[in-house]
T-cell receptor
Framework: QKEVEQNSGPLSVPEGAIASLNCTYSDRGSQSFFWYRQYSGKSPELIMSIYSNGDKEDGRFTAQLNKASQYVSLLIRDSQPSDSATYLCAVNEGDSNYQLIWGAGTKLIIKP | EAQVTQNPRYLITVTGKKLTVTCSQNMNHEYMSWYRQDPGLGLRQIYYSMNVEVTDKGDVPEGYKVSRKEKRNFPLILESPSPNQTSLYFC????????????FGSGTQLSVL
C-alpha cells in the first residue's frame, strides 16, 4: 500500500517565525511532489511543486526534497495569520503520470 | 475566467435517492477526477478520466458512477446513496493528463440521511 504520511497537527507557530511542515512517502518510484494549501471550507490550491533533490524557493515558501530518505518538507518564512490552513502533501504514483497519493494534511495555526 | 464549476455546493438527501453532482471545466483540460475528503483521511480518489470516453476507477469507486461524454463535463452519479457516502466531494482537472497542477472545484458537501 503506497502511503504519504503527515503529522495531522495542529502545528502552532508564532507570527513572523518559520513554519516547518513534513511529509514522508513510501513509493520509491515517485518523481513529482506537491504541496497544496486548503483553507477551511475551501478547495485545495497548489502552492509548490518539486521534482529534484534539494531546495526550491518561491517567495516565503521553500520546498525541500530528499529522495534517499523519502522525505519532502515545506518551510514558510515570516509566517502570517493568513498562512493558517491545512497543508496537503501529494506525491505521484511511481508508475503513473496521472495518479497522486495524498497525505491527510497538517493543520497550521499562525498565532498573532 | 479559468475555472472548474461544481454543483450543487450543498446537498442533503435520503438513502436510496439517486443524485448527480455536476462538474464542468472551461480550460480544455483532458484529465478530470473526483475525490472525496473525510476528516483524518485526506483526499481519496473515486474515479478519473484521461479523455472523452476514457474513465477508470480510483481508490474508492464503490457506489459511484461517472461518464465523460464531453471533454468539459464529468458528472458524478450516486445511484443509491448510503449514509457512508456523506462526505465533501471535489472535482478537479489538469492539462494533458498530467497531474501536476490540479484545478479544483469549490466542493460539494453531501449529507445522506
Amino acid at each position: 500500500q503506497k502511503e504519504v504520511e503527515q503529522n495531522s497537527g495542529p502545528l502552532s507557530v508564532p507570527e513572523g517565525a518559520i513554519a516547518s511542515l513534513n511529509c514522508t512517502y513510501s513509493d520509491r518510484g515517485s518523481q513529482s511532489f506537491f504541496w497544496y494549501r486548503q483553507y477551511s471550507g475551501k478547495s485545495p490550491e497548489l502552492i509548490m511543486s518539486i521534482y529534484s533533490n534539494g531546495d526550491k524557493e518561491d517567495g516565503r515558501f521553500t520546498a525541500q526534497l530528499n529522495k534517499a530518505s523519502q522525505y519532502v518538507s515545506l518551510l514558510i518564512r515570516d509566517s502570517q495569520p493568513s498562512d493558517s490552513a491545512t497543508y496537503l502533501c501529494a506525491v505521484n504514483e511511481g508508475d503513473s503520470n496521472y495518479q497522486l497519493i495524498w497525505g491527510a494534511g497538517t493543520k497550521l495555526i499562525i498565532k498573532p | 475566467e479559468a475555472q472548474v464549476t461544481q454543483n450543487p455546493r450543498y446537498l442533503i438527501t435520503v438513502t436510496g435517492k439517486k443524485l448527480t453532482v455536476t462538474c464542468s471545466q472551461n480550460m480544455n483540460h483532458e484529465y478530470m477526477s473526483w475525490y472525496r475528503q473525510d476528516p483524518g483521511l485526506g483526499l481519496r480518489q473515486i474515479y478519473y478520466s484521461m479523455n472523452v470516453e476514457v474513465t477508470d476507477k480510483g481508490d474508492v469507486p464503490e457506489g459511484y458512477k461517472v461518464s465523460r461524454k464531453e471533454k468539459r463535463n464529468f458528472p458524478l452519479i450516486l445511484e443509491s446513496p448510503s449514509p457512508n457516502q456523506t462526505s465533501l466531494y471535489f472535482c478537479a482537472s489538469s492539462l494533458a493528463g498530467r497531474s501536476e497542477k490540479l484545478f479544483f472545484g469549490s466542493g460539494t458537501q453531501l449529507s445522506v440521511l
